[in-house]
């Protein structure tokens, strides 16, 4: 399927409804109420009980991985295996595999519907409409994310890399300088947790304060297949390490974000 073909296919179907993994089941596994949930989050309970409708607030979403110990893909899908990717010698990753589990990824995430708090809550107005469907596949596509870095032995470390790709999708010329320390310099970038939990705010704020537009200036090759195979290969020969592994999960996943934006952004402005 072409890439245009997968952009309108996601755009369709973004209103299709989510089917959340019920708060209440993984209460009920570690014996606690909502309301014990709530405080235990230091959130209104009516928070927690948005989950129960389908509008779940995603601002909670690291805090309640982190809390039942699970993933955060668990909080939004119905018991959906992960996938083991294939690691062939000198643990190189089955790449070929890994792009055809990206594209049915986007085709099966992008069929759910997740509406993203985070934009009631900015000052940059658009278009409702198309802001809501940026929104929601911002959201799927991070989905992927956790997919890809699923050979990380660290769910703490996930859930950072997990909440900072979400939180930070409103300007993705600042998204990609807040991240370029973190992706040629890891030793100093943003890994720390004390960076990590602040980043939500200081993009959205910095945002607003300078109304960018997150889909403005967006560049990215016009194949969705010829990208991933480029990112692949680019940085086939450094995947030995958990390390690579995450950068190149990440590179990635920071492309299909601005490819995707562009993408909706052409279908609306048509």
């Not at 799927?140 to 890809?148: D, F, G, K, P, V």
């Not at 900072?164 to 947790?193: H, M, T």
């Not at 980043?199 to 945002?207: M, R």
Request: aromatic letters at 12%; proline letters at 3%; one cysteine or more.
């Amino acid at each position: 399927m072409s890439c245009f073909l997968y952009a309108k296919h996601i755009i369709i179907h973004l209103k299709a409804r989510y089917n959340i993994m019920k708060i209440r089941e993984f209460c009920k596994r570690k014996n606690i109420t909502q309301e014990k949930l709530a405080e235990d989050l230091n959130v209104d309970v009516r928070t927690i009980r948005r989950w129960e409708s389908s509008t779940p607030s995603t601002r909670i979403i690291l805090k309640l991985a982190n809390y039942f110990e699970v993933f955060p893909h668990n909080l939004l899908e119905d018991n959906e295996k992960m996938p083991e990717f294939p690691i062939g010698r000198s643990g190189a990753i089955d790449f070929k595999f890994i792009k055809k589990e990206v594209l049915i990824s986007i085709n099966i995430l992008s069929s759910k519907n997740v509406i993203h708090d985070i934009y009631r809550h900015t000052f940059i107005k658009y278009n409702d409409s198309m802001l809501e469907d940026f929104l929601n596949l911002s959201l799927e596509i991070t989905n992927i994310y956790s997919r890809l870095v699923f050979l990380l032995n660290s769910k703490e470390w996930l859930n950072q890399l997990h909440y900072r790709i979400n939180y930070s999708c409103f300007d993705y010329e600042l998204q990609l300088k807040l991240l370029a320390n973190d992706l040629f310099y890891p030793d100093e970038g943003l890994f720390n947790n004390s960076e990590i939990n602040n980043l939500a705010e200081k993009v959205c704020n910095t945002c607003n304060k300078y109304k960018f537009n997150p889909l403005y200036g967006i560049y990215l090759p016009s194949d969705i297949e010829g990208f991933l195979i480029n990112a692949f290969l680019s940085y086939k020969s450094d995947t030995a390490s958990q390390l690579h592994q995450t950068i190149v999960c990440e590179h990635i996943l920071l492309g299909l974000l601005n490819y995707v934006g562009n993408k909706i952004h052409n279908y609306y402005a048509a």
